[in-house]
C-alpha cells in the first residue's frame, strides 16, 4: 500500500496571511494532488493527528477538508484502516494543466480586434467627468439621478410574474410602445410596437444581426473611417469588410461596376457620419436604398446619437425611406442617458421581427426587466424628452467653451470646427504626425482622446483626434485643455529626445 507521507506534506502549503480558510486550502491543495496525479488511486494519507502536528492546524480544520473530499468521491475511509484515496478521479488520467485546445480562431480573432473600450475597466483609460475628453463620455452630473432611483424603486419591489419571472424575448411591451413613440416622433420612423425589440444597448443589436443576417465570407460595406461598434460585430462572423469613403454628402455608395460580388449589408451612420459628423444628403439616402433594392442587400442605420443635436434640422431615416423593407435601424439609450445603463433598441421589417428576438434569446436574452420598466416611465411621463432639453443646452454651451479653449491653447496643433449634433469635435491635426501615436502620447500624461486611425480601415485620412466636449465642465474646459496642450508639449519633447 502507497502512503503519501513526506511527499504530501512537502507540497502543502498553507498560508494563514490568506483570505481563504485553512481547511478550504488544505482541501483545494489536496483536491490538486489528486487530479494530476500525485496521489494516485490507493494511496493511504497520513493520519489526521500526524497532519494536525506537521501542518500546525486545528483538528477540525483537517477533518473538515476530509470530509468535503470524501462527499466529492476523492477519498475513501475504511474503518480502523486510515483515509485512502479513491478511484473515482485517481483513476482517470492524470490532469495536465495545459492540455485544453486554444481559443477558436474566430474566438482569438474577435478577442483581440476591440480597443481598450472593449477589453479594459474604463477607469484605466478615461478619466470621469470633470475633465474628460472621451468623445463618448456622457455628464454623469446631469443624469437624472432622483427621477431614476425613484422609477427603479417603483419596480424593485415588484414580486409579481411579469417583475420576477423570465421576461419577453422581444423586451417588456410597454417599453417597446413607448420607444416606438419616442422614435416616430424624434426620427419620423413610422413604425409600431410590434417592430421595436428592446436589446442590452446597440452592441447586442450589432451581434445578433451579425448571427441573423449574415453567413462567414459574406462581404460587408462599412463607411471608413466609421464607428467601431457594427463593424467589429461583423467582422466577428467572419465576414470581409468593404470601406466606402466619406465625402461631403456622407458614405459614397459602392461601385456596381465592380467585379466583385455585392455586399450583403452595408452598415451606415446617415443621421450624422460617426466620427465625422456629416449628415447624409437626401440624394444620397436615395442612393443607398436604390444600392440596397438592386443588390437585394440588407441595410444597417446605426442612429445611435442623432437625438444630441444643437441646430439644424434632421433629415428623415433611412428606414422610414424604405419601402422593401431591407432597412433595420439601430439606437441607443448610451448618449442620450448613460452607457452603463444597457439599453437599447432594433426596429426591424415585421417578418424580421420572430427570427431577431430568438436569436436575441439564444445569444443573451433581454435586458433586466426592471432596468426596462424604469425606462418605459421615464420615457412616457417626458423625463427623457426634459434630459435631452437640458443636456442639448448643456453640451452645446461644452462645445463653445471647447473651441473656445482650443482656439486659444492648441489652435497652433490643431483645428476643429463646431459639429451640429454629437458629442465630439473632430481635432485636425496640423502636423502629419500619426494620430494613434499622439492619442497613446497624451495618454500616458493622463489626457484621453480617441484617433481618427482607429476608425480607419484603409484609406488614408489626414490625422485628426476625436476631442469629446460632454464630460468636461464648462468652467473647467479652459484648464482641461491646458492640461491637454502640457501633456503634448511633455510627449514631443520626450519623442524629439528619445
Ligand atoms: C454611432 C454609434 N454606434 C454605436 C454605439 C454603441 O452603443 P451602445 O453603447 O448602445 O452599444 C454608439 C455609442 O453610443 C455610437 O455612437
Known amino acids: 500500500m502507497k502512503s503519501a507521507g513526506g511527499r504530501l506534506l512537502a507540497g502543502l502549503e498553507l498560508d494563514r496571511a490568506a483570505a481563504q480558510p485553512l481547511h478550504q486550502q488544505l482541501y483545494a491543495q489536496l483536491r490538486t494532488q489528486i487530479l494530476t496525479g500525485s496521489m494516485p488511486s490507493g494511496t493511504r494519507l497520513p493520519s489526521t ?60 480573432a474577435t478577442s483581440s480586434r476591440g480597443t481598450d473600450l472593449f477589453s479594459e475597466a474604463p477607469h484605466a483609460w478615461a478619466p470621469a467627468e470633470t475633465e474628460s475628453f472621451v468623445a463618448s463620455q456622457v455628464a454623469s452630473s446631469a443624469f437624472p439621478a432622483a427621477t431614476w432611483k425613484r422609477l427603479l424603486g417603483r419596480h424593485a419591489g415588484r ?5 420576477i419571472g423570465y421576461s419577453d424575448p422581444h423586451g417588456h411591451r410597454p417599453l417597446r410602445e413607448a420607444i416606438a413613440d419616442y422614435v416616430n416622433d424624434v426620427r419620423g420612423l413610422g413604425c409600431t410596437a410590434d417592430q421595436v425589440i428592446v436589446t442590452s444597448g446597440a452592441q447586442q443589436a450589432f451581434n445578433v444581426l451579425a448571427v441573423l443576417l449574415l453567413d462567414a465570407g459574406d462581404p460587408v460595406v462599412v463607411e471608413d473611417p466609421g464607428h467601431i461598434s457594427g463593424r467589429l460585430a461583423f467582422q466577428s462572423q467572419g465576414c470581409p469588410l468593404r470601406g466606402v469613403p466619406v465625402d461631403g454628402e456622407g458614405a459614397a455608395v459602392p461601385d ?69 423593407r431591407q432597412v433595420i435601424t439601430v439606437g441607443s439609450f448610451s448618449k442620450v442617458l448613460a452607457p452603463s445603463i444597457r439599453l437599447g433598441y432594433c426596429v426591424l421589417p415585421e417578418d424580421l421581427v420572430k427570427p431577431f428576438a430568438s436569436a436575441s434569446s439564444v445569444i443573451g436574452r433581454p435586458p433586466a426587466t426592471v432596468l426596462q420598466m424604469a425606462l418605459t416611465d421615464f420615457l412616457s411621463e417626458g423625463h427623457l424628452h426634459a434630459h435631452l ?26 483645428e476643429a470646427a463646431p459639429v451640429d449634433a454629437g458629442l465630439h469635435v473632430m481635432g485636425w491635426l496640423r502636423e502629419p504626425v500619426d494620430d494613434i501615436e499622439v492619442a497613446r502620447g497624451l495618454a500616458a500624461g493622463g489626457v484621453y482622446t480617441y484617433p481618427l486611425g482607429e476608425y480607419r480601415l484603409t484609406r488614408q485620412l489626414p490625422p485628426a483626434l476625436l476631442i469629446g466636449f460632454a464630460g468636461t465642465a464648462e468652467e473647467h474646459m479652459p484648464r482641461a485643455v491646458g492640461r491637454m496642450a502640457a501633456a503634448w508639449d511633455r510627449w514631443e519633447l520626450a519623442t524629439a529626445v528619445s
Open 49 to 108: 493527528r500526524t497532519l494536525v502536528t506537521e501542518l500546525g492546524v486545528s483538528r477540525i480544520t483537517v477533518v473538515s477538508a476530509f470530509e468535503q473530499l470524501t462527499a466529492e468521491g476523492f477519498l475513501r475511509s475504511r474503518a480502523g484502516d486510515g483515509t485512502y484515496v479513491d478511484t473515482l478521479w485517481s483513476d482517470a488520467a492524470p490532469q495536465r494543466p495545459m492540455s485544453r485546445p486554444p481559443l477558436s480562431e474566430r474566438g482569438a
Open 159 to 163: 414580486t409579481d410574474p411579469l417583475a
Open 256 to 324: 456596381d461596376s465592380d467585379d466583385a460580388a455585392p455586399a450583403r449589408l452595408a452598415c451606415l451612420t446617415p443621421a450624422r457620419q460617426h466620427p465625422l459628423g456629416i449628415a447624409m444628403s437626401p440624394a444620397r439616402r436615395a442612393e443607398w436604398i436604390a444600392w440596397a433594392q438592386r443588390n437585394g442587400s440588407w441595410i444597417v442605420e446605426d442612429d445611435c446619437d442623432s437625438e444630441l443635436r444643437y441646430r439644424g434640422k434632421l433629415f428623415p431615416t433611412l428606414f422610414g425611406l424604405d419601402l422593401s
Open 389 to 414: 432639453r437640458r443636456t442639448r443646452r448643456l453640451y452645446a454651451a461644452r462645445q463653445d467653451a471647447l473651441l473656445e479653449a482650443i482656439d486659444h491653447q492648441l489652435g497652433h496643433r490643431i
